[in-house]
């Protein structure tokens, strides 16, 4: 079993960049390969990277594809995602989660763990 608990989250403006932050416990985090999720209000969430266990593979969704960058520290137990160029259609609660079932998985039911969840808001 992990636990996962993001962070990074923040009040910034069009254009601006951010870097969440991911922690894991337990000693297996490299085992696990770990995904970023977005969800807006009033949406369903949504997909937006996933990296694989050693970190040498990585899938973006579409509409992030170019901006936003995940990467893993598997010594810090912590995945991150670097958001560049912010819009304001990328405010949502981000979500990382953990499966040791899939690699590269994109759908949320591939997924046994979650965090809390940490807010960016976009201002235009």
């Known amino acids: 079993q992990v636990q996962l608990v993001e962070s990074g989250g923040g009040l910034v403006q069009a254009g601006d960049s951010l870097r969440l932050s991911c922690a894991a416990s337990g000693r297996t985090f490299s085992s696990y390969s770990m995904g970023w999720f977005l969800q807006a209000p009033g949406k369903e969430r949504e997909f937006v990277a996933t990296?694989?266990?050693?970190?040498?593979?990585?899938r973006t969704a579409d509409s992030v594809k170019g901006r936003f960058t995940i990467s893993r520290d598997n010594a810090k137990n912590t995945v991150y995602l670097q958001m560049n160029n912010l819009k304001p259609e990328d405010t949502a609660v981000y979500y990382c989660?953990?499966?040791?079932?899939?690699?590269?998985?994109?759908?949320?039911?591939?997924?046994?763990?979650w965090g809390q969840g940490t807010q960016v808001t976009v201002s235009s």
């Open positions: 990296i694989s266990k050693s970190g040498g593979n990585t």
């Open positions: 989660a953990a499966t040791s079932r899939y690699v590269l998985a994109v759908q949320r039911s591939n997924y046994d763990y």
